[in-house]
């Protein structure tokens, strides 16, 4: 070959080069303008109230808004709360769920209310010895009427808000609605029958993993490993979603605001609560 010839294949293969090099360069410098993906931990600890369950919902409604968090782990130690809270949670995890995938861990307890959540996830991981179950309904029925000399009432519930049969009643189809959310949310699964599941008992996690309460027994790690398996990716990043949202800093554990405290103290209603033992006095 002449040198006439080799300067051209040199500038052949300079040309082919540059060609080749900017959709490469191009490409580089589109990745790394694009945001990592992310698995975003949302995360429960005590009692489901008004405040509570309006930190879950921020969260929940930021991981559907961002693109770049493909999966959530929903992390669990909470022994439930108020049925209208807990509601409202769990149909803001069914709308997440329809776009991204969402994994439940039970850390210490979901009891409950925060088992209602639980079963509002794709797939639930538990500690060996974590307590689980709980399912079932508590309230306080109103006062029998009565008249007081110097308070008029436009109705004879007027001052009690129901008849206690309606309570009753009431009680009785949050119960059905609980029961229905665990069957939507099992499936096949359920190893248990529904007079059993229905007796309010809490179980371990490994007795909860034989009765088909939950799916797996496992550890944080596992659980951002299956979303990201759900999710189909496996590059990403793992972020607490709570600062993310734009939520204030966390109180402490030993000083959390009053209303947060006993939120069933508050006020008469349906929850989802389990309470403990040394608890058990009502209000």
């Keep these: 070959m002449s040198a006439e010839q080799r300067s051209a294949a040199r500038?052949?293969?300079?040309?082919?080069?540059?060609?080749?090099?900017?959709?490469?360069?191009?490409?580089?410098?589109?990745?790394?303008?694009?945001?990592?993906?992310?698995?975003?931990?949302i995360r429960l600890f005590g009692e489901i109230g008004p405040l509570s369950a309006g930190?879950?919902?921020?969260?929940?409604?930021?991981?559907?808004?961002q693109p770049e968090v493909r999966a959530v782990v929903l992390v669990l130690d909470s022994p439930g709360g108020t049925a209208v809270d807990t509601e409202a949670v769990y149909l803001e995890l069914m709308r997440l769920r329809q776009s991204k995938p969402v994994v439940g861990l039970v850390t210490g307890m979901a009891a409950s209310g925060a088992y209602y959540l639980a079963v509002g996830t794709d797939y639930i991981f538990a500690h060996p010895t974590s307590d689980v179950g709980n399912v079932g309904v508590i309230t306080e029925l109103p006062a029998e009427p009565s008249v007081w000399e110097n308070v008029l009432a436009t109705g004879p519930y007027k001052m009690w808000g129901s008849?206690?049969?309606?309570?009753?009643?009431?009680?009785?189809?949050?119960?059905?609605?609980?029961?229905?959310?665990?069957?939507?949310?099992?499936?096949?699964?359920?190893?248990?029958e529904r007079e059993t599941l229905l007796r309010g008992e809490v179980w371990?996690?490994?007795?909860?993993?034989?009765?088909?309460?939950?799916d797996e027994l496992g550890s944080q790690a596992q659980a951002v490993e299956k979303a990201?398996?759900?999710?189909?990716?496996?590059?990403?990043?793992?972020?607490?979603?709570?600062?993310?949202?734009?939520?204030?800093?966390?109180?402490?554990p030993t000083s959390p605001p009053e209303e947060e405290r006993a939120p069933r103290s508050r006020q008469p209603g349906l929850y989802l609560l389990y309470i403990p033992p040394e608890e058990r006095r009502w209000p």
């Design 11 to 41: 500038r052949c293969f300079g040309v082919t080069s540059f060609w080749w090099v900017i959709p490469l360069c191009a490409g580089i410098i589109l990745a790394s303008l694009m945001p990592c993906p992310v698995v975003g931990l």
């Design 55 to 65: 930190d879950l919902i921020a969260q929940i409604s930021y991981a559907r808004r």
């Design 163 to 192: 008849p206690r049969d309606t309570a009753m009643r009431r009680m009785e189809m949050a119960k059905q609605g609980f029961y229905q959310a665990v069957q939507l949310g099992r499936g096949g699964a359920l190893q248990i």
């Design 204 to 214: 371990l996690g490994s007795e909860a993993l034989r009765l088909g309460l939950i």
């Design 228 to 252: 990201a398996q759900m999710a189909r990716i496996a590059h990403y990043g793992v972020a607490d979603l709570y600062g993310l949202a734009g939520l204030s800093p966390r109180p402490t």
